[in-house]
């Protein structure tokens, strides 16, 4: 086990250093803007192809726009947040990423699985999810504490 000491406060692994959370919730709100314009411009030539497909089955494919930006959004997810860098291009950006509280890398599934738990903590419950961070340890939120994740800066 690495050990340090940082402040006279004895740290064995870098998920109990406070440092790793300054900022995190600010950071995660603008990932999160910037991430709805990735997937955004991502949508923009797959909604040309259905829009094409529609035309050649005289409308029966323009169906797939009511799916088009969910299922968008879960290959962005799956590759970019359960890829090797455990973050999305708007953490990258802002310098964070998630990672489990037992040190094993995020997959693609729970990274589908967090951000579903995401959307469906704020179309039912949407001040919980941020006030929760307020309160809890790490500033984990609502999907974070049931999956066993935390939200962690990478410069630290």
């Keep these: ?3 340090r000491v940082i402040d006279g406060e004895i740290i064995t692994s870098r ?5 790793v959370y300054e900022g995190v ?5 603008i ?6 314009l990735f997937i955004a411009i991502l949508t923009i030539p797959f909604a040309l192809l259905v829009l094409l497909l529609g035309l050649l089955t005289l409308g029966l494919g323009w169906a797939l726009f009511s799916v088009l930006v969910p299922i968008v959004a879960a290959i962005y997810i799956w590759n970019t947040l359960g890829g090797p860098g455990q973050a999305t291009s708007g953490m990258k950006l802002m ?3 998630l990672e489990r ?3 094993t890398r ?3 599934l729970t990274a589908l699985v967090h951000s579903v738990l995401f959307w469906a ?5 949407t001040p919980l999810v941020l006030l929760v961070t307020l309160f809890s340890d790490r500033k984990r939120a609502l999907h974070d504490l049931l999956l066993g994740t935390v939200v962690t800066r990478t410069d630290r």
């Design 101 to 103: 509280l037992d040190g």
């Design 106 to 108: 995020i997959d693609g």
């Design 25 to 29: 919730r600010t950071r995660r709100v």
């Design 121 to 125: 903590g704020n179309a039912i419950l």
């Design 15 to 19: 998920l109990d250093d406070a440092r």
């Design 31 to 36: 990932a999160c803007l910037i991430d709805y």
């Design 1 to 3: 086990m690495n050990t």
């Design 95 to 97: 310098g964070i990423r």
